[in-house]
């Protein structure tokens, strides 16, 4: 492609647009330009030039440099050993900013790799840090990334009785929209005394996955290893709402899903005869290294996307979570609270966004039936909030 993404212009121009200014900085171990180039590296050549200052640098979940591997673990900063610079976790005892942690920062720049799932704490980091910045008047300026999905959405939007730190504010599961959109979409409806600045990756085909343009794949979190895992997430993430293994403790988490009571070939058999698109469940038998079942062998099934563009993860994971229910429901167990910071809403209500997706799980609701009311939601999303590319 010809475009050139936003970190890589940045990194060209010396940081040029932040010049003079003293400046905190959202990122981790996968903000990396196309030369693998870390931006923190990068911004230290002005900043040791006296061009402009780093104050502070701020890591999401998982930790500035990804080293939390098992889920929900929460880090504490310090002083990074390499570089001398002072880091603050927003994700332990914080998850927004403080203003003793903003203390003296002009401008709060913001680079995350964000997967286009609401479950992925890191656009709710970026809404807290907005949120923060607003009443301080610090500008916080985004550096946009494509979205790795691509522009397609999907899946029930998020009713706000239901909100976590697996989503906030109200959006659709698979929201098809960057990290700059988002922030965009943030100010728009949510924030709007944050002076928000994104410097938009122009130039990128909405159809375009990842892997279509110039961006490599950095693993973002310990648990999202690919691509391919990151298009199955929207849908199979909803399984850590429950008692089975959603692949975690192996090599290819939420592509890999069972529990020891479930037959892989029957399961994969009944699963495969609803036709779903894009995708396909192969048997598949595996013991996983930590985690739920940790040492004990599960039936389940590797789910194979075969067809990008028609395969619905969300419409998938609820089909299969109704095959399982429907023929091992004596043994099937929805995971209880708590689960991310939440103490008393079912995990997989809060995932889901509402109840009545486990409801449809439960009672087998069609799946036409389940696809129609995803579809109403995202109408009347759209009637409610114009499209952040608007502005």
């Known amino acids: 492609m010809a475009w050139t993404p936003v970190l890589d212009r940045w990194i060209d121009e010396g940081f040029a647009a932040l010049e003079g200014q003293r400046i905190g900085l959202v990122c981790n171990q996968a903000t990396v330009d196309t030369r693998f180039q870390h931006i923190l590296d990068a911004i230290l050549v002005p900043h040791r030039e006296g061009h402009l200052h780093v104050q502070v640098v701020f890591g ?39 203003p003793a942690m903003l203390e003296g920062i002009e401008r709060l720049v913001v680079d995350l790799p964000d997967i286009g799932s609401r479950y992925y704490t890191f656009m709710w980091t970026l809404a807290l840090c907005m949120k923060a910045c607003a009443p301080l008047g610090i500008p916080v300026t985004v550096l946009d990334r494509p979205n790795p999905l691509g522009g397609r959405r999907e899946g029930p939007v998020l009713d706000p009785a239901f909100d976590s730190f697996v989503g906030l504010l109200p959006l659709p599961t698979r929201h098809g929209w960057t990290l700059g959109e988002l922030a965009t979409h943030f100010q728009r409806a949510h924030f709007p005394a944050c002076e928000l600045h994104v410097v938009r990756c122009e130039g990128w085909n909405r159809a375009d996955h990842l892997d279509e343009t110039p961006l490599p794949w950095v693993v973002p979190s310990p ?93 998938t994971a609820i089909a299969a979570l109704q095959v399982i229910v429907q023929r091992w429901g004596d043994a099937f167990e929805w995971r209880p609270a708590p689960y991310e910071y939440e103490f008393e809403k079912r995990p997989i209500d809060i995932l889901a966004g509402n109840s009545w997706v486990r409801e449809a799980i439960e009672g087998n609701t069609p799946l036409p039936a389940v696809r129609e009311r995803m579809a109403d939601e995202l109408a009347a999303f759209d009637r409610r909030y114009p499209d952040p590319r608007l502005y």
């Open 60 to 98: 999401p979940q998982h930790g500035l440099w990804g080293f939390q591997q098992d889920n929900m673990i929460e880090w504490e900063g310090g002083v990074d050993p390499r570089t001398g610079l002072v880091v603050h976790s927003l994700y332990g005892e914080h998850r927004e900013p403080t």
């Open 223 to 315: 648990n999202m290893p690919t691509l391919e895992t990151a298009m199955v997430y929207p849908g199979m993430c909803l399984l850590e709402g429950t008692q089975l293994s959603e692949g975690r403790g192996t090599t290819r988490p939420f592509e890999i899903f069972g529990a020891p009571f479930i037959d892989a070939w029957a399961f994969c058999d009944a699963a495969n005869a609803l036709g779903l698109p894009g995708c396909w469940f192969r048997p598949y038998v595996f013991e996983p290294t930590f985690h739920k079942f940790a040492g004990q062998t599960c039936g389940g099934a590797f789910l194979h996307v075969t067809d990008r563009t028609t395969f619905e993860p969300v419409l």
